[in-house]
C-alpha cells in the first residue's frame, strides 16, 4: 500500500486505471483569490466540509464546492455529502467564496462553475479539450467567436454561455493559393505539393512575415505557423532572364483544369479570346506592387494551340508600364495590339533548371514568372 498518492499526478498518468489503496492522499484546491495548494487527505471518504476545512476555507456554509473527476467531469459538492476519493476518480477540487453557481456548457456537456468568469485553460482541463482543438462561444446574432489562448469566458450573460470545440487549422498562402492545413507545422515542399506546385521544379521559396525581412527557405524547412505575422510563402523560378476592356466573361477556348481552378482560388477576371489565330488569356486589372506608373493593368497570355506541350513564352501589360520615377523598362519596347488595345510586350523567358516542363509547368507556373518579373522591376526581388 502506498503512503501517499497525488490524485492529480495520478490521473495525468494513469487515467484508465482505478485509484489504488493508500494511508494518504495529496489533494489540490484552487480559489480563484489566489490560494492553489496541494496538501494530504488522510480519509479516502471525506464530506464536502471536510475538504474545506483541510483548506482553511472557513465557514465552510460561505462557499461552493467543486470536485474535478475522471469520468463525471466537474460536479458540485454539498457539504454533507461524503466523497469517495478512489471509486469518484477525484483529480482535484475548486472553492469558491460565493452564494451563486454559474452555469455553461462544452460540447454539449453542462457544468456549474463558482465565478462569472472561467479561463480558456480551465475550460480545456474541464472539457479535456487538447491544444489541437479550437475553442469557440456560440453566438446567436453575430459570428461565433474564437477563444483566443489565455482569454477568458464571461459566464454572467442573461443565457446559458455554449461553448463548442473543433479541429484547429491554419492556412498558409502558396503563390496566391491558400491551403488548409490541421497541424501547425508544415514542410516547405509538402506546402508546394498541396498548393498545385511540383517541388522538384526548381523554384525558389520565400517566406514574408509582417513587418520583417524576406527569408528564403529551402524545400526540407519546416514552416512553424503558430509564430505570429506569417504572411505568405512566395515562389519564383531560379531562372529568369530578360530577353533582348471587357469584364471577364468570355470564354473562346478553355484553359486545363488547374488553370480555371487556380484563378478561381485567386478570384482573378479573366477572359480567353482568340484573335488572328492567336489564343490569348487575358487576366483583368491584375494588382501591381507599388513602383509602377499604374496600380492594376490587363495581362496578356499568349496561350499555343498545343499547350502544354508547347511552351508559354513571355506576357504582354495594357496599359503600357513605366516606374513610377518615369524610368523604362528594359526589353519592354515592343507592343501587341489584341482587340484594338496596344499591349507592352515583356520579354521574360525561362532558362536552365526552370526551363518549360510540360509535365508540370501551365498558366499556374508562368503567372509566377509574371509575378516575379514585376517584382523585381520595383526592387521587390530575391
Request: one cysteine or more.
Amino acid at each position: 500500500m502506498s503512503d501517499a498518492i497525488d490524485l492529480e499526478q495520478y490521473a495525468a498518468g494513469t487515467r484508465s486505471q482505478p485509484i489504488p489503496e493508500s494511508n494518504h492522499y495529496r489533494v489540490r484546491l484552487w480559489d480563484g483569490d489566489g490560494f492553489d495548494e496541494k496538501r494530504i487527505l488522510s480519509d479516502p471518504m471525506p464530506t464536502g466540509r471536510q475538504v474545506l476545512e483541510l483548506f482553511e476555507r472557513n465557514p465552510a456554509e460561505d462557499y461552493v464546492l467543486l470536485m474535478l473527476t475522471r469520468d463525471d467531469g466537474l460536479i458540485v459538492v454539498d457539504l454533507t455529502e461524503t466523497i469517495d476519493i478512489r471509486a469518484s476518480g477525484a483529480e482535484r477540487f475548486f472553492a469558491f467564496k460565493t452564494d451563486r453557481i454559474w452555469n455553461w456548457s462544452i460540447d454539449g456537456k453542462r457544468y456549474a462553475w463558482g465565478a462569472r468568469r472561467i479561463s480558456e485553460d480551465l475550460v480545456r482541463l474541464i472539457g479535456r479539450i487538447p491544444e489541437t482543438k479550437a475553442l469557440f462561444l456560440e453566438r446567436s446574432d453575430e459570428p461565433d467567436e474564437e477563444i483566443a489562448p489565455g482569454a477568458s469566458i464571461d459566464l454572467g450573460g442573461r443565457e446559458l454561455e455554449k461553448l463548442y470545440s473543433k479541429p484547429r487549422s491554419w492556412k498558409l498562402n502558396v503563390q496566391g493559393v491558400i491551403i488548409t492545413l490541421m497541424t501547425p507545422s508544415v514542410v516547405v515542399k509538402d506546402a508546394l505539393a498541396q498548393a498545385g506546385f511540383d517541388p522538384d521544379a526548381g523554384w525558389i521559396a520565400i517566406l514574408k512575415k509582417v513587418g520583417q525581412p524576406k527569408q528564403q527557405v529551402a524545400l526540407t524547412d519546416t514552416i512553424d505557423l503558430s509564430t505570429p505575422g506569417i504572411e505568405k510563402l512566395r515562389l519564383t523560378p531560379a531562372e529568369i532572364n530578360n530577353g533582348e476592356g471587357p469584364s471577364g466573361l468570355r470564354r473562346q477556348f478553355r484553359l486545363l483544369k488547374k488553370d480555371e481552378a487556380y484563378l478561381a482560388k485567386r478570384a482573378l477576371i479573366w477572359d480567353s479570346i482568340i484573335e488572328g489565330g492567336r489564343r490569348w488569356l487575358i487576366i483583368r486589372s491584375m494588382g501591381l506592387p507599388a513602383g509602377f506608373n499604374h496600380s492594376s493593368v490587363d495581362i496578356a497570355i499568349d496561350i499555343p494551340a498545343t499547350y502544354p506541350s508547347a511552351a508559354i513564352d513571355m506576357f504582354y501589360c495594357a496599359p503600357h508600364l513605366r516606374l513610377a520615377s518615369g524610368a523604362s523598362i528594359s526589353k519592354t519596347e515592343s507592343t501587341k495590339t489584341i482587340e484594338g488595345v496596344s499591349y507592352q510586350r515583356w520579354s521574360r523567358h525561362l532558362n536552365g533548371k526552370t526551363r518549360w516542363n510540360p509535365q508540370t509547368d501551365s498558366v499556374v507556373t508562368h503567372l509566377a514568372v509574371i509575378e516575379e518579373s514585376l517584382l523585381r522591376e520595383v526592387g521587390d526581388e530575391i
